[in-house]
T-cell receptor, first 109, second 113 residues
């Protein structure tokens, strides 16, 4: 069974700070996805990375896929309260996604 | 519909009772997935339907759990003889292109008392 471990598990920061969330596995994935989930809602897809070493930017969010395609990171610049939520990475496992353990981010004004 | 619809949004049931959770996927999406999320943690895969193929039931935690998908559209997840450890948010997702981008519903919060 493939596992995706995320760190840190919890993160509380002040508005304007930068942060990085990590997603690690011992398995190789052909792609990784990142989702954000807000309370009472389902996860929403943010980005898919498919090439080892790939970097994608989505406004203040930067996603990177490791060269060996076993890990990924999400960097947020100048965090805002609207970034608050549960961040989940996900990789494919036989036609379905398996999800990471999650990172809960709280950004205080 | 415009999105994935799940009902009910909340369900409180007594231990030992059976419950049915419903998912209406996005029209035209051939793949449908059920996941379970406990205490705002990561998602646990339960079952996956793809078109008319036999479902992948490898994630169902016990034989008390079953799911069906009628006419390639609506799906129902049934939990028999509910236990307190079944309390969780049950999330449904659909996809047009397999695992490349799920659209999730808002989930059903199940509480077993």
């Amino acid at each position: 069974t493939q596992l995706l471990e995320q760190s840190p598990q919890f993160l509380s920061i002040q508005e304007g700070e930068n942060l990085t969330v990590y997603c690690n596995s011992s398995s190789v994935f052909s792609s990784l996805q990142w989702y954000r989930q807000e309370p009472g809602e389902g996860p929403v897809l943010l980005v898919t990375v498919v090439t080892g070493g790939e970097v994608k930017k989505l406004k203040r969010l930067t996603f990177q896929f490791g060269d060996a395609r076993k890990d990924s990171s999400l960097h947020i610049t100048a965090a805002q309260p609207g970034d608050t939520g549960l961040y989940l990475c996900a990789g494919e496992d036989t036609d379905k996604l398996i999800f990471g353990t999650g990172t809960r981010l709280q950004v205080f004004p | 519909g415009a999105g994935v619809s799940q009902s009910p949004s909340n369900k409180v049931t007594e231990k030992g009772k059976d419950v049915e959770l419903r998912c209406d996927p996005i029209s035209g999406h051939t793949a449908l997935y059920w996941y379970r999320q406990s205490l705002g943690q990561g998602l646990e895969f339960l079952i996956y339907f793809q078109g008319n193929s036999a479902p992948d039931k490898s994630g169902l935690p016990s034989d008390r759990f079953s799911a069906e998908r009628t006419g390639g559209s609506v799906s129902t997840l049934t939990i028999q003889r509910t236990q307190q450890e079944d309390s969780a948010v049950y999330l449904c997702a659909s996809s047009q292109h397999g695992f490349y981008g799920y659209t999730f519903g808002s989930g059903t919060r199940l509480t077993v008392v």
